[in-house]
């Protein structure tokens, strides 16, 4: 999803997003934004339950154990309502998304993302659902179950982010690296997967020219 189908959001876009949902808790921007920063493989795995339950055991950590059901009822409608900037999609997602179901192809969305995310895809595998994150090869093995095929016949299409591409490779499937205009700028020293040598297109609309490719490779008779 994020990096993918939307584009890549510098750090200080996430920190923003944050602090919408600080202010009804009555909590510190700083103490709320490192809290939920501190707390992210734990809510990305779904350990805290849905949303609100989420925020109070976020909050908790910094030593507010009583918001009020209202307070938590402000600050998950305040998250939301910031969250739905991060869902903006590439201007060529649902194109390509449609080119590639036109074709034949079946799509499955493998997201590591907290309670907020919900997609409609032929099949989705969210890590706070699964209780785990990438690379984790459960989440790759669950996207080809749900499509019905085996990892070999599966290309998987992502930005790099949680080491998903050699994730992926490990289970047998092809990956591509999205390195799109916003790619670059959104990597941070050291982060996974920045030097793929692999297969990459520049935006989505090239898939499905890459999946042309790769048929037309398989079709080929051996030497």
């Known amino acids: 999803m994020y990096g993918t189908l939307t584009p890549n959001f510098p750090q200080s876009h ?14 510190a ?33 910094v030593g507010r154990d009583d918001p009020t059901e209202a307070q938590l009822a402000a600050a998950v409608e305040a998250r939301y309502a910031s969250y739905r900037e991060s869902h903006r999609l590439r201007p060529d997602a649902l ?9 034949g192809l079946k799509i499955a969305l493998v997201s590591d993302c907290t309670a907020e995310l919900a997609a409609s895809f032929d099949a989705t595998v969210f ?14 093995h669950a996207a080809a179950d749900r499509l019905g095929v085996s990892p070999p016949y599966c290309l998987y299409v992502g930005d ?14 092809l990956p591509v690296l999205l390195a799109a205009d916003d790619w670059a700028a959104s990597r941070a020293p050291g ?33």
């Open 127 to 140: 890590s706070c659902e699964e209780a785990t994150r990438k690379p984790d090869p459960k989440l790759f």
């Open 95 to 103: 194109e390509t998304l449609r080119a590639l179901r036109a074709d």
């Open 14 to 27: 996430w920190d923003e997003q944050k602090r919408a949902s600080a202010v009804p808790l009555g909590i």
């Open 29 to 61: 921007d700083h103490e709320w934004v490192a809290a939920l920063d501190g707390t992210w493989h734990e809510r990305v795995s779904g350990v805290f339950g849905d949303l609100s339950a989420t925020f109070r055991a976020v909050a908790a950590r």
């Open 191 to 223: 982060r996974p997967e920045t030097s793929w040598t692999g297969l990459r297109a520049a935006a989505l609309s090239e898939i499905p020219a890459v999946v042309a490719r790769l048929r037309a490779e398989a079709a080929e008779p051996a030497a």
């Open 160 to 173: 790099g982010g949680g080491n998903e591409l050699a994730g992926s490779a490990a289970v047998g499937m």
